[in-house]
């Protein structure tokens, strides 16, 4: 009992630790598109169209993905799909850092160029895979307390063994 509990507990503050992250990084960007846009350019990975696109979109797939964590709502998709995102960051900031960019990856607001001495690419990498660790935690086990998927659940449970 005491182990579930444990588990439980460590599930909840994974999915609400990764939904502050992609609620505070969503937020930073919906407030600065502009700069947000030149970050993504930035990364010179992309034309002026696509970087538009891009720019315009993931800041709201980030505050989708924290509202539907902190919700509790489709946690393990949700799970996947940050750690796919993570996995497209962290590949970002990786060929930033192997193609010789100074940039600031712009995860957290900022972004752009910067002076030589002024990139974190491993601090930046080390960090994501710290998230992703949690996105793979919730992948694994997605039922968490004060969920509405754990909310289905127990009525699913109910209903079946009525």
Known sequence: MNRRIALDGAGALA?????AVWLISGAIKVADPDQFYGAVRAYQLFGGSVSSVLAAV?????LALGLLLVL???VRLVAVLSGL??????A????????????DCGCFGGGG??????THYGTEILRD????????WLTWRPRTPLSLD?????????????
């Open 72 to 74: 509790g709502l489709g």
């Open 150 to 162: 754990g909310l289905f659940t127990r009525r699913t449970r109910s209903l079946g063994e009525a």
């Open 85 to 90: 995102l993570l996995l497209a960051y962290i």
């Open 15 to 19: 999915r609400l630790g990764l939904a």
């Open 58 to 62: 993931i800041p709201f797939l980030e």
């Open 129 to 136: 895979i710290g998230f992703l660790v949690l996105a793979a």
């Open 92 to 103: 970002g900031v990786a060929q930033s850092w192997a193609r010789g960019l100074t940039i």
């Open 113 to 118: 160029q910067v002076a030589a001495g002024q």
